[in-house]
């Protein structure tokens, strides 16, 4: 008897630590440094692209570090091309272009803070967005042309041969490559993020009392195809050329397909403050808590750092995706970026600002041993109690 009680405790105890290794993200690094995460963007190799309170910083897909440079202020916006040039706005009103090997390559002074850029995967052309009410072009890193919208810009996206810009008054407007408008567009509210495909723009419109957001969705020539409305604001939305993910203070996060139809609705009480989303795949942070979930609706990953998560990203593909906490007090002020790879099997390894300062963080076959463990313990258990 005293032998069966041993073996269900001995189980109960095992299951009890198995289930949070195996319910949690096998993280496949994870990259510390001083400071707040303001923004992070991947590109499309799976590079990571930060700005990391008063630096530049990119980070290879292996984890390693191939960029680390002081910018003009916080770092409030970034995007990274495929050939990992990094172009950053800050709160010091500049843009600047950084490169691996080089550092800073080129910077422009705009007349507010620079709240969104964008690049193109070649890094031949950039934009970006100021408080200054101008957008910005720049090609091979020298500015070209600026369009003043009349009113602090809040987003920005560079589409293909289009600039898209939404502001403060409710405006979006459409641009060419050589500044021309195309189109111009008025809403009631401000349009707090821009986003264009192949097929269709979206913008995100804030009322001005913040009581109530929608979601909508345009061709290009200006015609609307659907609009989503929420009672509430919603403080971000994440777009990957078809599904449009929907977070803030909402209680829920929703995913809207390219018709506008509600894909999933999942319950989320934490005041949401980014999301992003690709192949149905969705990953939104607030407060303390990240969910990751799938196109089913499903939450895949519950996670939760014990910090203040701040950003999240997920790659085109849904391959990749990056977290970033931070612990920020009176004498204190750190930020961890934790890197994954969806059905990846490296090693987790940490890198900290010190490039060769690696340790590892264990390994994915651990999980797998406890697994094995349990069978066996089970099936010991079950023998045991049959006698």
């Known amino acids: 008897m005293k032998r069966r009680l041993f073996a269900l405790g001995a189980l109960i105890l095992l299951l009890a630590y198995a289930y949070p290794v195996l319910s949690e993200p096998v993280w496949n690094w994870h990259y510390h440094d001083d400071c707040i995460v303001f923004s992070v963007a991947f590109n499309d190799n799976g590079d990571l692209g930060l700005g990391f309170g008063y630096y530049a910083i990119i980070l290879s897909k292996d984890g390693e570090r191939l960029l680390r440079a002081p910018v003009r202020g916080f770092a409030y ?52 967005g100021s408080g200054d009410g101008n957008v910005y072009f720049f090609e091979n890193q020298k500015l070209k042309w600026r369009y003043d919208t009349g009113a602090f810009v809040w987003g920005i996206d560079l589409a293909g041969n289009r600039v898209l810009a939404g502001n403060d008054n409710g405006d979006l407007v459409v641009l060419g490559l050589d500044g021309s408008e195309l189109l111009s567009k008025h809403f009631d509210g401000q349009v707090r993020k821009v986003y264009g495909s192949d097929n269709m723009m979206v913008a995100l419109i804030l009322a001005g009392d913040e009581s109530w957001s929608e979601v909508v969705a345009l061709d290009w020539n200006g015609n609307e195809l659907w609009r989503k409305h929420f009672d509430g604001k919603v403080m971000k939305i994440g777009f990957d050329g078809e599904n449009v993910a929907v977070a803030g203070a909402l209680d829920r996060v929703v995913l809207l397909d390219k018709n506008g139809n509600e894909v999933y609705s999942v319950p989320f009480f934490l005041e949401a403050f980014d999301v992003d989303t690709a192949k149905g795949y969705t990953i939104v942070a607030g407060g303390d808590d990240a969910l990751f979930i799938g196109p089913d609706g499903n939450v895949l990953w519950d996670y939760y750092p014990n910090e203040t998560v701040e950003r999240v990203a997920i790659s085109k593909d849904a391959r990749y995706l990056a977290v970033t906490h931070r612990v920020h007090g009176k004498d204190i002020c750190e930020g961890t970026v934790d890197f994954a790879v969806l059905g990846g099997n490296v090693t987790p390894s940490e890198t900290t600002t010190e490039e060769t300062g690696r340790t590892g963080l264990g390994n994915p076959l651990v999980a797998a041993g406890i697994v094995l463990a349990v069978v066996i313990l089970a099936l010991f258990a079950w023998r045991e109690m049959r006698e």
């Open 77 to 128: 916006s970034s995007a990274l091309s495929d050939n990992d040039t990094l172009v950053i706005g800050t709160d010091g009103n500049w843009v600047q272009f950084f490169e691996p090997g080089k550092g800073l390559t080129s910077e422009y002074k705009t007349g507010d803070v620079v709240w969104a850029v964008d690049i193109s995967p070649d890094g031949r052309y950039a934009v970006a």
